[in-house]
Each structure stands twice: as structure tokens, then as C-alpha cells.
């Protein structure tokens, strides 16, 4: 029997993927997985038989993911099961920063009781005109699940639209539409462009990569949209550039005092995956990544582990290692099951950064004799018997 808790509300339809070995608990301390959402963990103590986190969404910066794997706790994402709703929004920001679409709606209500509204609207309308985006240029920065969805989409409404991400994938390139323009230098997005959406994580390489350098370089009048992680742009100098004129409007999805309220700002609170759709997506997700962890030992979009896929196990046994990067591990594991006469049938070993995870097929179900020692070998941070 599995235990699971949730420290956010998890849609339904995905804890219903739980078979009836998963049983819910409301204290972290009893449980093997974790979903969640957006709650901060980096204050919670993990408890020792905690082995896995799900989080129901892209970003993982509320999971404190090096305490998690010194411990040897696999934390997942759900990379993409949101993202066509985080598109959707991407583009309703640009059409309301093209046309003053809210002042105009802002206006119907002030004069709700005027009994010639119709007629005062003729007069009015032109206080909200604002131009169509086909035709403009739209410069994505990060060509990820939502990048490449928000870019192909950008090409179907009629806009030219310049892509830069020099990590693509595989899999983005092959969605990315040919009418997108893959470039190598950045700046050329920031020179070029009309509309420029950010798309990337939050690192310490891109936090702040919209500052007021990059904005000096952008074109006059230009709308910066950030649906991403409200840390990677500056939005003091982008206020700055907002009242000197050289920002038309800023787009954002993230709340806080500094933008709130500000002239030129669309803020929104934090909507882009708020869709039935994209919880439902990412509850689904989330939960097979959890089963196919606990049950299989596959590990299937971690953030700080390795991938590793070994399908479902037809031997005698499966242990799961999870252990520090360094060199002779194998060895050490070999030797072990070795000594114990175990055969093992079947391996994968895989690395990321400093941590491994080696999963092993034995011919012989593991005793606690052989898990003691595994555990004892200097590196290795949890052993788990699969099967």
C-alpha cells in the first residue's frame, strides 16, 4: 500500500488514476508522494519515507529541489500540460495591449444609465482605437511547450514572428511552424521586434534578463509580455521605460505592489494555467509520473534527476539507487549483489549534474542483508526494493 498527500487542491480526475494500493493521508509525515501545486515546501521537514513530488505545474521554484535530492526525494514537473491554456492567455495579453479593449469596457460601465449610450459610444469609441497585431512582428524568447505554442499561433494570426532558444529540443523543433524564424542573437529579437514574450525559466542566468539594457536596445513603442516568472524581468526599469515612452505596455501575469495599479501595466493574477483544462492536465500528469515511480522505479520528467525508463519488471527483483555522481558506484553495487550470489540481468545507470540513479533487474529477490549494505556505500542517498 501507497500513502499520497496534497498540499494543494489536485483535480479529481487526476487522484482518480490512483489505484486502490493508494490510499490519501493528510499528514505529510506519513506520506510517500507529495502533489502540489503552489505551496512553499522550502520551511517543511521532509520526512525520511517521503520518496517522490509532483508538482502539478511547469515552474518548481516552491520545492526546495537540492534538500529533496540529498534526501532522496525525486521531484517531478508536468512540463506542457498547461501550456495551451498559458498560450491562450499570452494571446489575449497582446490583443488588449493592441486595442484598449478594458478602457473601452471600463467606459460601458461608467455610463451604464446614460440613456444615449449607443450614441455617445459613436463618439467615444475613438478614446480606445488601437491597431490590429497582424503583420507586426512577435519575438518569443524560449521555444519550450508554450514557446512553440504560442509562436505557431502568432504565425496563424498573421504576425511574423522571430523565435530564439539556443537549448531547443528535439521535440520543439519538430512543432516549431517553418514560418517561424529561428535566430541565433537575441538582440535581434530586441531590435526588430513589436512584441517580445518571455518564455524561459528562472535561473540564475535569466533572472532579470529583461533590464534596462536589454530595453534600451528594444525598439520604440515596444510591448513586453511576461507569463513566465515575474523575477526575470526588471519591472522598475520597465516602469521607467513605460513613462519615458519607449515601452508601450507591459503584460504580466504575476501580482505584486511594484506593478499593480501602475499606468501602462496589464496585470493579471497569475490566470495562465487557471483553466479546467490545464489543472486536469496537469493533475493526469502528475499522478503517473507518481505510479509509475513508486510502482516501476521510472523516473519521467524530474527536475533533479535523471530520466531513467525501464518499463514495467518481469524479473525476480528491482532496486532503485539513488546516489551522489561519482565515479566506481557501479562497481561498488556490482560487488554487492555479487557477494550476496545475486545475478543482475538487467541495468540502467543514469546522471544529472551531481546526482545519479542507477536501476537494476535481479535474478533474486533483494534481502535486507543486501539493502543495508547498498545503503553503507559513501554516495548513495536511498535505496529503494521496487519489487
Same mark, same amino acid.
Given at each position: ?139 518569443? *524568447? ?22 530564439? /532558444? ?154 532503485? *539507487? ?18 550476496? /550470489? ?46
Amino acid at each position: 500500500m501507497y500513502s499520497y498527500t496534497c498540499l494543494n487542491p489536485i483535480a479529481g480526475v487526476g487522484l482518480n488514476l490512483f489505484s486502490d494500493d493508494y490510499k490519501k493521508t493528510e499528514e505529510l509525515k506519513d506520506a510517500q508522494a507529495v502533489l502540489v501545486r503552489s505551496a512553499s515546501m522550502h520551511e517543511m521537514e521532509l520526512p525520511e519515507g517521503l520518496e517522490a513530488v509532483a508538482r502539478a505545474g511547469a515552474g518548481v521554484n516552491n520545492i526546495p529541489l537540492d534538500k529533496c535530492a540529498n534526501q532522496g526525494i525525486v521531484v517531478f514537473n508536468t512540463p506542457g500540460a498547461n501550456a495551451n491554456g498559458v498560450k491562450e492567455l499570452v494571446i489575449a495579453g497582446m490583443l488588449l495591449a493592441s486595442r484598449d479593449i478594458t478602457g473601452g469596457i471600463e467606459w460601458v460601465k461608467a455610463n451604464k444609465d446614460e440613456a444615449d449610450i449607443a450614441k455617445l459610444s459613436e463618439k467615444q469609441k475613438k478614446n480606445f482605437a488601437g491597431s490590429e497585431i497582424s503583420g507586426k512582428k512577435l519575438g518569443v *524568447i524560449g521555444l519550450g511547450a508554450i514557446g512553440v505554442l504560442v509562436a505557431n499561433a502568432a504565425t496563424s494570426l498573421g504576425m511574423e514572428v522571430l523565435g530564439y /532558444d539556443p537549448y531547443i529540443s528535439v521535440n520543439a523543433a519538430w512543432s516549431l511552424s517553418r514560418n517561424v524564424k529561428h535566430i541565433s542573437n537575441v538582440e535581434d529579437i530586441y531590435k526588430e521586434c513589436d512584441f517580445i514574450t518571455v518564455h524561459v525559466p528562472l535561473l540564475d542566468a535569466t533572472k532579470g534578463m529583461i533590464d534596462a539594457d536589454s530595453i534600451a536596445k528594444m525598439k520604440e513603442g515596444v510591448v513586453i509580455l511576461n507569463f513566465a516568472r515575474d523575477l526575470l524581468v526588471d519591472e522598475e526599469a520597465v516602469l521607467k521605460a513605460i513613462a519615458d515612452g519607449r515601452v508601450k505596455k507591459y503584460v504580466t501575469d504575476f501580482a505584486n505592489p511594484t506593478t499593480a495599479g501602475k499606468d501602462g501595466v496589464i496585470l493579471t493574477p497569475h490566470l495562465g494555467a487557471s483553466t479546467e483544462e490545464s489543472e486536469d492536465n496537469c493533475a493526469m500528469m502528475a499522478v503517473r509520473e507518481i505510479r509509475d515511480y513508486l510502482e516501476n522505479g521510472n523516473i519521467v520528467h524530474s527536475v533533479n534527476f535523471p530520466d531513467c525508463n525501464m518499463g514495467g519488471c518481469d524479473k525476480a527483483g528491482r532496486v532503485a *539507487i539513488l546516489h551522489k555522481n561519482i565515479k566506481g558506484m557501479i562497481g561498488k553495487y556490482s560487488t554487492v549483489f555479487g557477494n550476496a /550470489d545475486i545475478n543482475i540481468e538487467d541495468m540502467t545507470n543514469k546522471s544529472r549534474g551531481d546526482y545519479a540513479y542507477t536501476l537494476l533487474d535481479i535474478g533474486t529477490p533483494v534481502t535486507e542483508e543486501v539493502v543495508a549494505q547498498l545503503k553503507a556505500i559513501e554516495g548513495v542517498l536511498k535505496v529503494r526494493v521496487v519489487k
